[in-house]
């Protein structure tokens, strides 16, 4: 059974308390930040703020801190922006700044995939992430983003409450495996899209205590199924690993309406996942 896809039942917070009071009792997060690592001279360009969603605007030792995000964050896999300036609106280019997220319930806290912070110019900072729950009204604080600098070898952390809301399509999904307990995969595909075929992308990491590292060595099968009609598509790839915890195949929606993509991990040759894996999708 899958913990992340019943939360907001009672036995559902029961038992994901009970999940992460196991994983969640380790030391606190040494990773290294090694940031420019696999990225391309195209990934520094900088956003455009009418694109984007202000999610939170905080200030902190006269300097203004916002963050922006793809969309209104949901619990699933977003790309987050923090934009930095002084009083007077200049930017502030910080090669110290890091950040990371956050969820604090109550008396536990645990966090999420996510990248260090890659410094576009500026003063955008920009991350993927993946808030693998929702905010829980009534339990703790809910989601932050941890903001670091660092000022003559001393280091501050300003916590942004960022709102996060349930999902109205699951696009994180969680299941055990043979090899690498508890996984999170989350699809990068949007709640509706057009009739036809389509690229799908994946981000895949394991839970290892407080930290979520990417998992490279699967390849994710894909079918389809359109549950009033009672049939599937043909032209679905198997998603392969592009690095960095992502995966790319080929899904096919052969006509509009209520689809299901159902996915498989496989690693070795060999079925790995032992929670079945299934995303909608409404097709227009
Ligand atoms: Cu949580």
Known sequence: ????????TVGGII?????FSVAFSTSSCTADHSKKNGKNA????????SDLVRIADTVWDVTNYTVYADAILNNKYHTVYLHVKDKSGNP????????????SMGRMKHGGPY?????????????????IMADIPQMGIGWQLHTIRSHKGKKDTLAIKIPVTAAASMRTMSSGTRDDSRVFISCLLPDNVKQG??????LMNKMDGHHFPVLDNYVIKIRTNMPSMGHGSSGNIAAESKGRGYYEGTVNFSMAGSWEVLIEL???????NQDDIKYRVQVI
């Open 1 to 8: 059974m899958n913990l992340y896809s019943r939360v907001g």
């Open 15 to 19: 038992l994901l308390l009970l999940a």
């Open 42 to 49: 195209t990934d520094f360009i900088l956003p455009k703020e």
């Open 92 to 103: 502030i280019n910080d090669k110290t700044l890091d950040f990371y997220p956050e969820m």
């Open 115 to 131: 990248e260090h912070p890659l410094a576009l110019g500026n003063g955008w900072y920009r991350s993927p992430m993946v808030f």
């Open 197 to 202: 075929k389509h690229q799908i992308q994946f």
């Open 266 to 272: 496989w690693k070795d040759g060999k079925k790995a």
